[in-house]
């Protein structure tokens, strides 16, 4: 046995076993917690004993509001997918392969929505959509048109919806019609087929598992969307499975077990969905990138140029203008009633009353301290958890390391609601860690768990292990060789992957809205009770506070990868 093969023998049975527990915790034990919830009687507890079997509870769900819940979900989910696709993959088409001119602008302006939230862009479009008092709608009643615009709709939730998840299929169809050969085009043009038929029978087909991968990513994310049917389908009693579950949790008397159930049933709902998109893949070749070099052919637009970039800029406009221009007006008017449009544009009607006083508010530091200590957390411990996971599967490849991924990539299909009421029942009476911001952060490490993951795993798996086994037959310990060799080539990867977390965490309000306690409230949870509140100023001011505070750690951390990368070329 040589030198790297005795370094290789040490035993790896602790290593797998903190794995192992740390999977079990965040993984296996809150959804088998719900779903030992969903088919018993009493909630379970921990130390508590289990309740009777019953399926009354997934009776529950396939009748009255829960039924109507169901289907609007698959109606939201379906539709808003198609319409976020639908942009999305124009604007990267238009971004990617034509000769639009302002590219960079078109660019930036398709995934602007990303630097906010769902949150914020619900309450955005509820003050300009709302039937009575929506700005746009004064706005038309004062020209003398017809006010029809109505957020409070499915239709309204399907458009809110599809224009804030857009930027997710723009960036997965961009990367793909970027990286396709456009020789397979060109040679369809040589032939005679017209531009419709190339992208029909050609361009379309090439970008199919981008287009799937877009499409399932979009549909489970917004079937687990929280605050969008919340603020706008709450006023006129359309639920969602989402919203049902906080319904029958919030409500008194609560009916925690029929929560379960609807969180399970939602569970296989998003499961379904990966599972569909992986059997439509299955067996087909996309393959269009080889050794052979290529440059990438634009589409000349002609006089459809400036046309394409309008198509851009009216999409900016309606997913970041708009609503940032309603959430001014709501934080800086004298009052919330609007009598007709020349008050939304009187400096009179506006002051800095409402917003100096939500800035200073000691309530306002506090949950904002929070929100950063949550985000610190997250990215901190879960950037270690996830390095540790990781460089065992790749690295060490000890027991269970072909199962630790899957495992690892479970929460991808689970909702975030449906995490957060997992955790509920797992640490609900563990009091050291329940009623703290450590039951917060663990839950959004075990949301963020297969995005992290994955990050980490494609940053390691870049570097060969060859590196690190020269050290090691050079009398290196395996921990020294990946301390002084793979760490620092990876670091910037692991880096970013931390900043990513932390904004993620920024904006996740569905994990924490069963998990929060008053002393542990975070920007998210303030900002969604202060709009239960009905308070419009206040929570236009918080909005705006939160978008800024996105803002600035999205610009950071794109400012201190940007350094990283120029010193590590």
Not at 46 to 55: I, K, V
Not at 349 to 365: D, G
Not at 387 to 416: C, D, Q, S, T
Not at 470 to 481: I, K, N, T, W
Request: aromatic share 10%; charged share 10%.
């Amino acid at each position: 046995m040589n030198i790297l093969q005795r370094r290789r023998s040490w035993s790896t049975a602790p290593v797998a076993s903190l794995i192992g527990i740390i999977l079990l915790l965040l993984v296996v034990v809150p959804m088998g917690t719900l779903l030992v919830a969903a088919f018993t009687d009493t909630p379970p507890r921990p130390g508590a004993p289990l309740g009777n079997l019953t399926l009354d509870n997934l009776t529950a769900i396939f009748t009255g509001a829960s039924r109507s819940a169901f289907i609007n979900t698959l109606i939201i989910g379906v539709c808003a997918s198609l319409l976020a696709l639908a942009i999305g993959s124009s604007l990267a088409w238009i971004a990617a392969r034509t000769d639009v001119p302002l590219r960079g602008v078109v660019q930036v302006a398709a995934i602007m929505p990303m630097f906010t939230s769902s949150l914020v862009g619900a309450l955005a479009w509820s003050m300009l959509g709302s039937p009575r008092q929506g700005y746009l709608n004064v706005i038309l009643r004062s020209i003398g048109l017809p006010d029809f615009i109505n957020v409070y709709s499915l239709p309204g939730i399907i458009f809110v919806a599809g224009i804030y998840y857009s930027p997710y299929a723009f960036l997965l169809v961009n990367a793909a019609l970027t990286l396709m050969n456009p020789e397979l085009e060109e040679a369809a043009y040589v032939h005679g087929a017209r531009f419709r038929n190339v992208i029909g029978s050609v361009t379309l087909r090439l970008v199919m598992p981008a287009l799937l991968g877009a499409g399932t990513l979009i549909a489970v994310m917004i079937t687990e969307n929280f605050p969008i049917p919340q603020i706008l389908g709450s006023p006129y009693g359309i639920q969602t499975m989402p919203t049902q579950i906080y319904r029958l949790m919030a409500n008194a008397p609560s009916r925690p077990n029929e929560a379960s159930a609807a969180g399970a049933g939602l569970l296989v709902l998003t499961g379904v969905m990966v599972y569909l998109q992986r059997r439509l893949l299955a067996g087909r070749e996309f393959t269009t990138v080889s050794g052979k070099g290529f440059t990438p052919r634009r589409q000349k637009l002609g006089a459809w140029r400036w046309p394409a970039f309008l198509l851009a800029a009216v999409y900016a406009v309606l997913a970041v203008g708009l609503p940032t221009w309603a959430l001014l007006q709501g934080a800086f008017r004298r009052s919330s009633f609007t009598r007709d449009a020349k008050v939304l544009f009187d400096p009179a009607s506006f002051t800095t009353r409402t917003f100096n006083e939500v800035l200073r508010s000691a309530h306002l530091r506090d949950v904002l301290l929070n929100s950063l200590m949550i985000g610190a957390g997250t990215a901190i411990i879960g950037g270690g958890v996830y390095l540790l996971i990781a460089y065992y599967v790749h690295r060490i490849k000890g027991p269970g390391h072909k199962v630790f991924p899957y495992i690892a990539m479970w929460p991808a299909a689970v909702p975030a609601l449906v995490i957060g009421l997992g955790y509920l029942w797992t640490w609900s009476r563990v009091t050291a860690i329940y009623g703290t911001l450590a039951i917060l952060i663990i839950g959004f490490i075990g949301h963020l768990l297969p995005q992290g993951f994955q990050s980490v795993s494609s940053s390691l798996t870049q570097v060969h292990s060859e590196l690190e086994e020269s050290a090691q037959v050079s009398g290196a310990s395996r921990l020294r060789a990946a301390w002084e060799i793979l760490v620092p080539l990876i670091r910037t990867g692991v880096v970013s992957t931390m900043l990513l977390l932390f904004i993620l965490s920024m904006r996740e309000i569905s994990v924490a809205i069963f998990l929060f306690t008053s002393k542990t409230e975070p920007l998210s949870i303030a900002t969604y009770n202060t709009w239960e509140t009905g308070r419009i100023a206040p929570v236009a001011a918080m909005s705006l506070i939160y978008v800024a505070v996105l803002v600035v750690l999205t610009l950071i951390s794109r400012r201190w990868f940007g350094m990283k990368t120029e010193r590590s070329t």
